[in-house]
DNA sequence: TCCATATTTCTACAATCCTTGAAATGTTGA
DNA sequence: TCAACATTTCAAGGATTGTAGAAATATGGA
């Protein structure tokens, strides 16, 4: 990940409602949610939610698509993941001190794949 | 870490002096870099190094502690892998699609205690 | 075509943030 | 005590960001 684009993300998380925004969404799934529906559980404006809501996608981490009238929003999984990758490798230059505590977080969030099923 | 904290470390790293005063000092390690010496390495005036030093220790990701004439500045591991973990854990839910990758970062960057001597 | 719905865009304004240079503070050694 | 050094604080200005409401755009159905 390009130290702008970073830059954009962490500006992007660093407001309360596009970090609640990005919450729900991932909590949502690969379903997503509208822009209405966001709004709403967000307690703010429709023209507000759109907002923020570019500002999200401005730097990866949500995505959008038309369904019908309604806008769906969802996670960017691939975003999300590549700016903590970035926080670990590039900014924290990888140092034990800081990641381990990350590893032990991946470690009972990520199953191995060959035992996944329960 | 609680969401407020979260909000100020998002946003002292979406400032570019203030990420790569963070570099910096990650990996000047445990002797950190004195107020000076990081202001001529980001390349900034001495007043403005200590407004985004103010930001950054503010946010817990940074420490000091006087030294004679100097004050000497260290990242601040705790701080930094707290905000890693919350990105995961609270953020994005521990969900293994964003993670897994991070995982990987971890596996390679913090050996297992018995097997850290190469 | 016309209306209702869902969302975005636009405009204006308030608030916050960043930068700059000057002045103040704290520390050391002569 | 005084001068030099290292750093911070202060005040001012410009730039960026967030908010609100009105207007515009896009879609679907009667």
Do not use: W
């Amino acid at each position: 990940m390009e130290e702008g684009r970073a830059l954009m993300s962490f500006a992007a998380l660093s407001q309360e409602t596009r970090l609640h925004i990005v919450r729900m969404l991932v909590v949502a799934g690969p379903d997503g949610m509208a822009a209405g529906a966001v709004a709403e559980k967000a307690g703010v404006s429709p023209s507000n939610v759109s907002f923020h809501l570019k500002e999200l996608e401005r730097a990866g981490l949500i995505n959008q698509q038309r369904e019908s009238r309604s806008i769906i929003y969802t996670a960017n999984y691939e975003g999300l993941g590549a700016l903590i990758r970035f926080l670990m490798e590039d900014c924290c230059a990888g140092h034990p001190e800081i990641c381990a505590p990350a590893a032990e977080v991946a470690a009972c969030c990520a199953p191995s794949p060959e035992e996944s099923l329960q």
